[in-house]
């Protein structure tokens, strides 16, 4: 098997991979990792820092560019909690970002606050993954961003 083999995972499976990734990269950081049980959708880690500062990161996989999006009524707008990407490509290694969850206090091209007023759909925060869009999902890199979690 292919180190970087992502053909035939169903959703779960790719999402359950980046929970392994996303908590190993924390571990190697120097953080402390518990797997939080939301639903059976939603994929979270609880890190702890050396200082004793606690993130949840709800995580979201995707191969390729896409839009990808966290239901509001599950993910809050909090200092502590962020968004964890794993930006998969097929033979690649994977691409990790970590959002916090009050940058989407204000919409721009790759982050989006749909609440589709009248429809059935519930209010989500969305992540327009394209290539486009790269330049701004840069910021939040994993390796940038956990710098700035440890303070």
Known sequence: MERYNYKGLTKLQLNERARGIFESEFKCNGFI?????????????????????????????????????????????????????????????????????TEWKTSNPLLKSPDYLGKKSDPEWGINLSKKNMEHLEQFVFNKMIKGLCK
């Open 33 to 101: 990792v518990n797997r939080v049980k939301c639903n059976y959708r939603t994929i979270s880690l609880l890190v702890s820092s050396d200082k004793g500062i606690r993130h949840l990161v709800h995580i979201r996989s995707v191969r390729g560019y896409k839009y990808i999006y966290f239901k509001k009524k599950g993910f809050p707008l909090h200092p502590t909690w962020l968004a964890g990407v794993a930006l998969l490509f097929e033979g690649q290694k994977p691409k990790l970002y970590l959002i916090p969850s």
